[in-house]
């Protein structure tokens, strides 16, 4: 829709193929119903939000960055805000508004939308010279294509793989996809005993086998019957590459107390609960749900008195609240994860113009290329910025055959 809008608005015919009945299926379900539009930060700082490829994406970010994008959805009567992480959102808190938004300026901007996909492209002497489609046949109007078909994550909503394959049609090379900003699964048993327990104000560190530390930070994390889910989960997926790697995720569950502070409140709470059961003295600390796998984690028999705990008993207690380890398997399908990880090989794009050099005339753009970023509006960001490039250059080569 980008692409498009941006194209029309350069002076060119422009219509656009949406498989879906409606357009916009994949922003609905972005930020959780609310869309999170972009990240409102400098250059810089959305640089350091895409560990892949980011170098790539400089010319486009630096022509149409987030303040790019705030001004654009602001222009079409969306009033926008910015919340925690610099995270933007419609002050409505409402995707719909920014689909709609995207939706009437293209039909203000004469784009025509056409229930129609690409089936197959062709290419002669190195230019793009066939668009098929499925109830259109062969597009014979067509003199610039965008591929802006999205990844393979939720297909749910249209993106179903199709732009690779049609991109691989015509010689780029595809890097293999896998999700990122994914839930992450686990064999161990804690994790189906603990389904549907949310934790806040947790701190996760994930490491890899050789202990470094590839992931830390404060927020919310979800248990799962597979797994690990949640905001944290999601956004430490992107630092990991379960083909390189294996990892472990540990789980400070009171990072606000450092371990002396931690050892008092628990000396102060087992004064007060001194002829209490250690499983019931545990209610205090973690919630009700956790407390007969903190039992099995410290080796503390649940119906101990409390006064009959040793030291080297409460210590073991203390370390399983700062660490609480959960091996990792690897991700979830990339049908589940919020982005794409992989796709077209960014050397075979013009990173100015998004146009391929292996056919001249089509243009490839968002998640389709082998670009991801972090969570919090990084990944829209990309999107807006690339769809931007590709349609103005796409409407200059349409302008001038």
């Not at 690779?164 to 064999?187: D, F, K, M, N």
């Not at 959960?326 to 991700?331: I, K, Q, R």
């Amino acid at each position: 829709m980008m692409a498009a809008i941006t194209a029309a608005r350069a002076g060119a015919d422009v219509f656009l193929l949406e498989p879906n009945e409606k357009v916009g299926r994949k922003l609905y379900i972005t930020g959780k119903g609310r869309c999170n539009v972009t990240n409102n930060c400098d250059r810089d700082q959305l640089m350091a939000a895409v560990p892949r490829n980011g170098k790539f994406l400089y010319s486009s970010f630096d022509r149409f960055g987030p303040a790019d994008a705030m001004a654009f959805f602001e222009d079409l009567g969306v009033r926008l805000k910015t919340e925690r992480g610099n995270r933007v959102f419609p002050v409505s808190d409402k995707a719909a508004d920014i689909v709609d938004a995207l939706f009437f300026e293209l039909r203000r901007q004469g784009v025509e939308v056409r229930q129609d996909r690409v089936t197959g492209l062709a290419v002669r002497d190195g230019q793009l010279a066939v668009v098929r489609s499925e109830k259109g046949g062969e597009l014979k109007d067509c003199k610039a294509l965008v591929l802006a078909t999205g990844g393979a994550s939720y297909p749910r909503t249209g993106s179903t793989g199709d732009g690779y394959r049609l991109a691989q049609s015509v010689g780029h090379t595809i890097i293999p996809i896998r999700g990122s900003l994914v839930p992450l699964e686990s064999e161990d048993p804690c994790c189906a005993k603990l389904q549907g327990l949310s934790l806040r104000n947790v701190e996760l560190r994930v490491k890899n086998e050789r202990g470094k530390t590839v992931f830390r930070e404060q927020g919310e994390l979800l248990f799962t019957h597979f797994g690990l889910s949640g905001p944290l989960v999601l956004s430490a997926s992107a630092h990991m590459d379960f083909a390189r790697s294996k990892y472990a995720a540990h789980i400070d569950l009171k990072p606000a107390l450092d371990e002396q502070k931690l050892d008092a409140r628990l000396l102060r709470d087992f004064e007060e609960r001194a002829n209490q059961d250690y499983a019931n003295a545990l209610g205090g600390l973690v919630p009700r749900s956790m407390v007969s796998v903190l039992v099995e984690r410290t080796g503390i028999p649940a119906d101990t008195k409390v006064h009959d705990i040793r030291r080297e008993q409460r210590r073991k207690l203390l370390e399983t609240l700062k660490d609480f380890a959960v091996p990792l398997s690897g991700p979830r399908p990339v049908e589940e994860a919020v982005v794409t990880s992989g796709g077209v090989a960014v050397g075979e794009v013009d990173p100015r113009t998004m146009e391929s050099k292996k056919a001249r005339g089509l243009f490839i753009a968002g998640e389709l290329l082998d670009v991801d970023g972090y969570t919090g509006g990084f990944n829209l960001q990309i999107a807006w910025s690339t769809g931007h490039a590709a349609g103005l250059a796409a409407a200059e080569r349409a302008n001038n055959i």
